[in-house]
């Protein structure tokens, strides 16, 4: 009954359930969102999380969010927890007039705690899906709130054994996996999918991008077909929640997890669990 | 005071105005959406909202909308107006986890009404946003609740005197307008761009292509860039809210209004007046 005590969901700051039907990020995917890994109290990749979210409420048009405010919210929903995920959604609020944004928008701040899962490796087979993601230069790379591709490309794993599908945008060019960035290894490069045109800049994958280039092997962001990567050495797919995901099986192809994946993927969970 | 009798938002078919704060239309923009003109409580337009949405519903993996119901619902909410415009949303409701939609979802349907616009003849300068929008032929044709790219594109006009803007793909094909879609008269021929890759098969541009092709004048889906409207004799939108609007001004060029367009124009507002 500790659980109770306290609220899982905060919208705007109050520990309700409920929101405003009028709230555009229902009618126009008028909104933001992030995904926060919580270890205890304190989220390890706050910073680039708000960074984020910053830049996309640039883009959009959004007034800057507070973020001490979510900080504080975020711990509120995440007491008592040793591991959680908080998400939150930032929207424009309600008003303006359809399309028309309001000229002074009150966004709307929901903040909610969940389990997380743990951080233990996994076996994971992936396949491609057919459903094409959209080349949308105005929004590539922002955690925007429109994410029905990916929710019709994840209906096309439903009782299959593969627990991700990677995602081409409409050009047929690798892009992500539907709630994952990718990176892809052959012989003397490291490559993962540039993302000017489609998928969100993944804030693990810009950890990763980090920690790679600290040891001296710089990830070029590429154009990439799948065929490049049914010619892999190795995949691994990363994201905030679950770190490190090394793939093991490529449609019908297993695939070796090289030392440096191994490492790469103890270097992050030491860092999602707080170390 | 009347109005306060009748219910303006109904939410699964209660009289409240707050929503799940876990439904998956806010989180991934994972519903559908109509707007309906409404004569009284008559919908001119109903069996093609309907059709559409019912279409919706099957490229989405949506249980089919109860379309009595909804009908008796829009009926509901305009109440005591001579005419407004419903907006219905139809989401896969909250459940599933992450991007995975529920084995069962159970849709959210919210149902509002508000005052209609008039349908009166607008002087309609538009020029081209600078806002791409998605290739995405996942999601193309569909009212689907993800409109990001419509807000960005509709805060260029802010200031302005254009009252509609046309949208390009990320490869420069004209679409549509923010909300409307687009008709482009040359001298022997009338073209709309196709709507495959990109766009909103709208309910009102069905109906002005049957209204043409009733009176012999076969209407064109075609790939359609910049230069093909600048050059064009004329051109109009529609929707099925303002019905036909002729555009008077592109960009700094004045345009005339064929009588073609006049007679359209009439023969599409007596529709919408329930004649």
């Known amino acids: 009954m500790a659980a109770a005590n306290h609220p899982r969901v905060l919208v705007d700051g109050k520990a309700v359930e409920v929101m405003p039907v009028s709230d555009r990020g229902l009618h126009y995917a008028d909104g933001l969102f992030e995904t926060i890994r919580m270890c205890g109290d304190k989220a390890p990749l706050w910073s680039r999380h708000m960074a984020r979210l910053d830049r996309g409420a640039v883009r959009l048009g959004l007034p800057a969010p507070d973020l001490e405010l979510l900080a504080h919210e975020c711990t509120r929903v ?7 995920v908080c998400k939150i959604i930032y929207t424009r609020g309600s008003g303006g007039r359809a399309y028309v944004a309001p000229d002074n928008p009150r966004p709307l701040r929901v903040v909610m705690s969940r389990e997380a899962p743990p951080l233990a490796r996994i076996e994971l087979a ?3 899906c057919r459903t094409p993601l959209a080349i949308s230069p105005a929004l590539a790379g922002l955690k925007h709130c429109g994410r029905l591709e990916q929710v019709l490309a994840r209906r096309e794993l439903a009782g299959s054994d593969f627990g991700e599908g990677l995602m081409c945008d409409a050009a047929g060019r690798v892009i992500e996996a539907t709630s994952a960035n990718l990176f892809v290894l052959h012989d003397d490069i490291i490559s993962t999918p540039d993302l000017a045109k489609a998928g969100v800049a993944g804030v693990m994958r810009e950890l990763v991008m980090e920690i790679l280039a600290d040891q001296g092997c710089q990830v070029s962001e590429s154009t990439l077909e799948k065929h490049d990567c049914r010619q ?15 793939v093991t099986r490529l449609e019908s192809k297993d695939l070796e997890v090289p030392q440096l994946v191994e490492k790469l993927s103890c270097k992050v969970e030491t860092i999602l669990s707080g170390g």
Chains 1, 2 share one sequence.
Request: with cysteine; net charge positive.
């Open 126 to 128: 992936v396949t491609f």
């Open 232 to 246: 892999a050495r190795a995949l691994f797919l990363c994201n905030a929640v679950r770190g490190i995901m090394p």
């Open 78 to 84: 995440s007491a008592g927890r040793s591991t959680s």
